[in-house]
């Protein structure tokens, strides 16, 4: 496929991790119409940009990444450009108009006619959300793979909480049927993976048809997924804190090869922004969840995201935040100032001073910072299991993620990646372990 008259593709991405699998399922579907990858955007024949529409920030960095292609489609009107993702889906022929330099304008469930888009005159958009599955519709994935994978599962939303566009971008939750998605996780280990990580906007609403014709829920895929010989390690990510049912927490009590660490956020330790957020459970709800979690799997590290500066947020509202954080006590956690964005119910409320949540998101970084120093110092003396991901930037290193997903770096001279092995954490810093191998 790579002789001199390979066209080349530029895919630079943004956003979540389910962005991150799509590009990677968009640059094969192109793969298949003769397109290699380039790390070089000037060498590129096609720019694709994966948008992530999450916050304002995210959504106005596209516009300023097209503005710098300007000279580069005057040097090659050939070049194509196209703009996919949740960008695409909200905006959709908008970016047309304010950038006439784009060719194509893609959503995230139309994915698969992007080679047929391709193929048309002129610039196109397409921002259906069709009947059929996109990924049944996008060509297998072929060839050796590293030692990690994503898998996604289910994609969209029904929760509308008050701030999220994602049920606008993403649309209704649509989970994928059990049986598709048990040989997709065999071909994968087939082809060297050794770890895969479940994804989905609302990840733990998963109910997928069974093989049998049932429902599925995901502790019940989990377990499907752990018998299959080779998948050695299961995460799943983003959970909702009201679908963490029964089955999927036994699952971390009873299923050896699920991680002990769970991403699962709260957003607010109020009971009243929680309320006008739409998150449908309050504090004492969450630390409860978090305390039958713990009762399962006492190990298990907690990760969440949290918005300060939601409109009406008091300062005995973020206190609530903060006494909520030092409750759980966090690996670590995403923090976001509020941003309204179009759509949303939120966005028709007055906001907070920028300078007050600047000082809240200020403080709740600190408090986490010190939560997540805490937790890596834990974990000096104790032993570790790596998976290989890389090798390291000293000679003789390796550098792999714990159970905990934390960064770790041993000294391992015939270390491969792909290697699963034990290692005694030796010393710790605030994003990454070092440990020393135990022989097998
Ligand atoms: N403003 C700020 N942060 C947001 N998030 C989602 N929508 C917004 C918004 N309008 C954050 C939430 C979510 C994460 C992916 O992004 O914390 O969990
Ligand atoms: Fe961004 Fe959300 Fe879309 Fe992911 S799903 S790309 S985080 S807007």
């Known amino acids: 496929m790579s002789g001199p008259q390979a066209k080349k593709l530029f895919v630079k991405t943004y956003g979540c991790q389910m962005n991150v699998y799509d590009s990677e399922r968009m640059a094969e579907a192109l793969g298949a119409e003769g397109y290699v990858p380039t790390d070089v955007i000037e060498d590129a024949d096609m720019v694709l940009l994966n948008t992530c529409h999450i916050r304002e920030k995210a959504s106005e960095k596209l516009y300023s990444d097209l503005g710098r292609l300007k000279p580069l489609k005057a040097e090659k009107p050939g070049l194509k450009i196209g703009v996919a993702g949740c960008v695409a889906q909200a905006e959709g022929a908008e970016i047309l108009r304010r950038m006439p330099l784009v060719d194509l304008v893609v959503g995230p469930q139309a994915y698969h006619r992007l080679p047929e888009m391709l193929r048309l005159p002129g610039q196109s958009v397409d921002t259906d959300f069709?009947?059929?599955?996109?990924?049944?519709?996008?060509?297998?994935?072929?060839?050796?793979?590293?030692?990690?994978?994503?898998?996604?599962?289910?994609?969209?939303?029904?929760?509308?909480?008050?701030?999220?566009?994602?049920?606008?971008?993403?649309?209704?939750?649509?989970?994928r049927p059990a049986a598709r998605l048990l040989a997709e996780a065999r071909d994968l280990v087939s082809r060297g993976v050794r770890e895969i990580t479940l994804l989905g906007q609302n990840v733990n609403a998963w109910h997928g048809e069974s093989p049998a014709g049932g429902v599925w829920g995901l502790g019940h895929l989990v377990r499907e997924l752990a018998a299959i010989p080779g998948l050695d390690r299961i995460?799943?990510?983003?959970?909702?804190?009201?679908?963490?049912?029964?089955?999927?927490?036994?699952?971390h009590a009873e299923v050896p090869q699920l991680m002990p660490y769970l991403h699962l956020p709260v957003q607010s330790g109020s009971d009243r922004i929680l309320k006008a957020m739409n998150r449908k459970h309050t504090a004492a709800h969450y630390l409860d969840l978090?305390?039958?979690?713990?009762?399962?799997?006492?190990?298990?590290?907690?990760?969440?995201?949290?918005?300060?500066?939601?409109?009406?947020?008091?300062?005995?509202?973020?206190?609530?935040?903060?006494?909520?954080?030092?409750?759980?006590?966090?690996?670590?956690?995403?923090?976001?100032?509020y941003s309204a964005r179009p759509g949303t119910p939120a966005a028709e409320k007055p906001p907070v001073a920028a300078e007050i949540a600047d000082s809240r998101l200020q403080a709740l970084q600190a408090l986490i910072l010190d939560q997540q120093h805490a937790a890596q110092a834990a974990m000096v003396g104790r032993e570790v299991q790596v998976l290989y991901e890389k090798p390291g930037r000293l000679p003789g290193q390796m550098v792999g993620k714990s159970q905990h997903l934390m960064a770790v770096f041993v000294q391992d001279p015939t270390g491969q990646v792909g290697d699963l092995v034990r290692a005694r954490v030796s010393a710790s810093a605030p994003n990454s372990l070092a440990a020393d191998r135990i022989p097998d």
């Not at 994935?141 to 993403?170: I, N, S």
């Not at 995460?235 to 699952?251: C, F, G, K, Q, V």
């Open 235 to 251: 995460r799943y990510t983003t959970s909702h804190p009201n679908d963490m049912a029964e089955d999927l927490i036994s699952a």
């Open 130 to 175: 069709p009947a059929e599955d996109k990924f049944d519709h996008l060509p297998a994935r072929k060839g050796r793979r590293g030692p990690t994978a994503f898998l996604t599962v289910q994609e969209g939303c029904d929760k509308f909480c008050a701030f999220c566009v994602v049920p606008y971008t993403r649309g209704a939750e649509v989970s």
């Open 290 to 337: 978090v305390a039958r979690i713990r009762a399962a799997r006492p190990d298990m590290l907690l990760t969440s995201d949290f918005i300060v500066g939601f409109p009406g947020e008091t300062d005995a509202d973020f206190e609530a935040t903060m006494a909520l954080i030092r409750a759980v006590h966090y690996g670590a956690a995403f923090s976001f100032k």
